[in-house]
């Protein structure tokens, strides 16, 4: 998450803490910047639609299995879509289409390499470029990430929401989890789709049906290799959000015996694999991780960090949309409203959601 590595607990908290009161007078000016920001008419647009997959919030909400799942449903409508992202946490600015035979974390992001196995992906700076270098690549660009950055013109963008957490503390950062105030953003949403049960999230999803903004739900479920079934594990993860990855290994039914929480996009170091390999090894547990911190395990030479990369099982994660014919319905309608009042070019791909 940009800036910060976890997400701090009182964040989630319904009521402000101290903290987060002491720190509004910040907030209120980071959100107002990110608001007037939102408003800033596109630098750019290319002929492709461009579906926006975003949040809310600073964090996680499962954009990138949010993602890889649209990108299965629409190849099955006859669509090509290609993947753009900034490729956070990667030192390459772009814009490059992604080789995962070439292309390691450190270039590209951990996100980039998970969606470079499944279509063409492209890692860009400057979205607008990038949007042009994808859509050679592609019919449809899917955009992970980028709700608030308004270079690049958006067709359509879902904003996705975790059922259990909603925005939070309901403050703008650093104060809470907003990126600015929920009133703010929510008229740039095309829609809002909740992940998971909750009722923060519920909360969230009324206050989108009072704009008229459709709604979808989704869910995300993990599942351990089955091999590992009832295995002792020490699951370790750097993401923004660690204990929602330890509570699916339980759900997916690992004896987890302990956890190893990391910031998001964790770098691990030669002292952190031979850390976590000699735990494994004394309490007799298979090392699992998410498929982002195995990628960025993937392509590194240092003798315990090449060590880890083998030893680690992946604990996959899938996203399963509630009424996918209906989302794909919504995409069509959305698509050949924008080209209706659009100089953009976007009637030959509008015509293979009629299929």
């Given at each position: 998450?940009?800036g ?17 009161r ?37 964090g ?6 949010f993602?890889?799942?649209?990108a299965?449903?629409?190849?099955q ?12 946490g990667?030192?390459?600015?772009g ?15 951990d996100?980039?390499?998970?969606l470079a ?12 470029a ?5 859509d050679?690549h ?8 980028g709700?608030?950055?308004p270079?690049?013109e ?5 904003v ?7 925005i ?25 789709i ?8 519920e909360?969230v ?6 704009l008229?903004l ?29 204990e ?5 290994a ?11 929480g990391f ?16 735990e494994?090894?004394a309490l ?13 395990l993937?392509?590194?030479?240092a ?11 992946v ?38 959601f009629?299929?």
């Open positions: 998450m940009s910060l590595r976890q997400a701090p607990a009182f964040w989630w908290r319904e009521r402000p803490s101290a903290l987060a002491l720190l509004q007078p910040v907030s209120a000016i980071y959100g107002a910047i990110t608001a007037r920001r939102m408003t800033r008419a596109p630098k750019g647009r290319i002929d492709a639609p461009v579906i926006c997959i975003g949040n809310f919030v600073a996680g909400t499962g954009k990138t299995p993602a890889l799942a649209l299965d449903l629409l190849a409508k006859g669509r090509k879509p290609a993947f753009l992202l900034r490729g956070y990667g030192n390459a600015r814009p490059l289409l992604v080789d995962p035979a070439r292309h390691t974390a450190q270039d590209v992001g996100e980039a390499l998970l196995d499944r279509a063409p992906t492209v890692v860009a700076r400057d979205r607008v990038g949007a042009r270098l994808a050679g592609g019919d449809i660009v899917l955009m992970d990430d709700f608030q950055n270079d690049l958006k067709t359509v963008s879902l996705l929401v975790d059922g259990e957490t909603g939070g503390n309901d403050l703008s950062l650093p104060s809470g989890p907003l990126r600015a105030p929920l009133s703010r953003q929510l008229p740039f949403a095309s829609a809002v909740r992940i998971g049960e909750g009722p923060a999230g909360r999803l009324a206050e989108a049906g009072n008229g459709p709604v979808f739900r989704a869910a995300i479920a993990a599942r351990a290799p089955a091999d590992l079934a009832g295995a002792r594990a020490l699951v370790f993860a750097g993401i923004g959000r660690p929602k990855v330890f509570r699916s339980r759900a997916a039914g690992l004896e987890v015996v302990a956890t190893r910031g998001d996009h964790h770098r691990y170091s030669e002292a952190d694999a031979e850390a976590l390999l000699a494994a090894e007799g547990a298979q090392l699992v991780t998410t498929g982002k911190d195995r990628a960025r993937a392509g590194i030479t003798p315990a960090l090449a060590t880890l990369a083998t030893r680690a099982r604990l996959e994660v899938e996203m399963r949309l509630e009424d996918p014919e209906a989302l794909v319905a919504f995409l069509g309608e959305a698509i050949r409203a924008k080209s209706a009042t659009s100089d953009t070019n976007l009637a030959k791909s509008d015509a293979k009629d299929d």
